[in-house]
């Protein structure tokens, strides 16, 4: 999937903000919430992404949509991880 594809794919399903973003191998982002719903879809290296006290490793082409409150943690794999995500607010 192509960052247009994905960036096509969120604004469908209503979602506005939508950016293209890049983290390095290795950053951690440590427990948080939104505001709003928020999607994402992986078009580069993984993700790790941990709710609910479960963890799930997202790969290019993969999406993953977190409720507006939700408090999760976010780890980067190997590679890092470029992805596009929009938040509902």
């Given at each position: 999937?192509?960052?247009?594809?994905?960036?096509?794919?969120?604004?469908?399903?209503?979602?506005?903000?939508?950016?293209?973003?890049?983290?390095?191998?290795?950053?951690?982002?440590?427990?948080?919430?939104?505001?709003?719903?928020?999607?994402?879809?992986?078009?580069?290296?993984?993700?790790?992404?941990?709710?609910?006290?479960?963890?799930?490793?997202?790969?290019?082409?993969n999406r993953f949509d977190i409720p507006a409150h939700v408090s999760?943690?976010?780890?980067?794999?190997?590679e890092g991880c470029t992805y596009i995500f929009?938040?509902?607010?």
């Amino acid at each position: 999937m192509t960052i247009d594809d994905a960036r096509s794919v969120l604004m469908t399903d209503g979602y506005a903000d939508i950016d293209e973003w890049h983290d390095n191998a290795s950053v951690i982002y440590p427990a948080h919430e939104h505001d709003g719903d928020t999607a994402h879809i992986v078009v580069g290296g993984s993700i790790f992404i941990t709710m609910s006290g479960e963890e799930k490793e997202y790969h290019p082409g993969n999406r993953f949509d977190i409720p507006a409150h939700v408090s999760h943690t976010v780890r980067m794999g190997d590679e890092g991880c470029t992805y596009i995500f929009g938040e509902k607010v």
